[in-house]
């Protein structure tokens, strides 16, 4: 199964089985709100603070995702997941209500595939008959730990993101009762932490190119691949900074990767009327990218081969304070319509 240096090759093609998708009021005018399952009309979902709205994100992601399948949360051995915010705990609380055995993840925004892949390979190696992974993330609960409370108003440069309110969640399981073709996870790359000594908290797209092209790059070496390979290789929260970096990065290393085909999460998530600064950003961008429009795009006969690449920058509100640079992680898992 360990495939090089730093890649698994998953030969049970474990298969997303389906998916939930939730938005905030923000994402129901967004360009891909079509692959939304649901959207919620308030910033605080009926809770008092944004930590629980988040909470409730993930809460009804999970929810769907059984719903679509007929099954209920005594069905799933083990529930994968993980945020952005103090010590994980939106996702910790969901994690109480849903009751499901329950492993903890970090990875910034790079969640949504670390999950995929942890998940895939506890599916592959027969641990598991069914998992469920994703995440989600919330503008406001970001903006408060981050940056500043947005009732501040504070000013932010062109390079700075949007966090999305969104979450997405994947059923994972094995394929032996599906009638026709499904996504499956064929392989992963796990990526290293990668810093170039980048300090600025408000340019994450430029912090995080290099691991994003160190991870593609190691994809390709150990599964012996070429870029043409893939349908789409689409990265986690680039935007546009960190696509047009990564292009850069690219070019010098010498990989012909056509830019046609390589895309962000970040830069498709929104509309041009939509002001996100550089893009999308969090850990929900990737999620329900992936886990909505991705998995239906493949569906629809549009992308036969798909390499995501969720992208994280590992930094914290002390951290920053403590003028440390900005350590990042890019993770890599390839779906195949099959």
């Not at 990042?328 to 099959?338: D, K, P």
């Amino acid at each position: 199964m360990l495939q090089g240096a730093q890649s698994w090759v998953f030969s049970q093609k474990p298969t997303i089985l389906s998916t939930g998708v939730v938005g905030g009021p923000f994402e129901k005018d967004c360009r891909l709100a079509n692959d939304f399952d649901k959207f919620h009309d308030d910033l605080r979902m009926g809770k008092d603070t944004y930590e629980k709205a988040q909470n409730v994100l993930l809460e009804d992601a999970v929810e769907i995702a059984l719903r679509k399948k007929g099954l209920t949360e005594d069905a799933v051995q083990f529930f994968l997941s993980g945020d952005l915010i103090n010590q994980i705990t939106p996702t910790t609380f969901a994690a109480r209500t849903n009751q499901m055995p329950y492993l903890g993840l970090f990875s910034a925004c790079a969640l949504s595939t670390e999950g995929l892949a942890l998940a895939a390979l506890i599916i592959n190696s027969g641990g598991a008959n069914h998992i469920l992974t994703g995440t989600a993330s919330h503008n406001a609960s970001a903006e408060k730990q981050f940056r500043y409370p947005t009732e501040y108003g504070g000013q932010k440069p062109p390079t700075a993101q949007w966090t999305a309110t969104a979450s997405g969640v994947g059923l994972i399981g094995t394929a032996e009762k599906l009638n026709g073709p499904a996504p499956r996870i064929t392989s992963a790359t796990i990526g290293k932490v990668i810093d170039m000594g980048l300090t600025d908290p408000f340019n994450m797209g430029g912090a995080m190119a290099p691991a994003a092209v160190d991870t593609i790059q190691r994809h390709f070496f150990d599964l012996k691949r070429d870029p043409s390979y893939y349908d789409l290789v689409i990265t986690g929260d680039l935007a546009e900074v960190g696509r047009n970096t990564a292009l850069e990065l690219f070019q010098q290393k010498g990989i012909s990767l056509d830019e046609n085909r390589f895309h962000d999460c970040g830069l498709i998530l929104y509309t041009d009327e939509q002001e996100v600064f550089a893009g999308a950003s969090g850990p929900g961008c990737s999620a329900a990218v992936m886990y909505g429009h991705l998995v239906n795009e493949m569906k629809r006969g549009r992308y036969k081969r798909i390499l995501v690449v969720a992208t994280g920058a590992l930094l914290s509100p002390l951290t920053v304070l403590q003028k440390e640079s900005i350590p990042c992680i890019a993770h890599a898992v390839s779906l195949e319509y099959e």
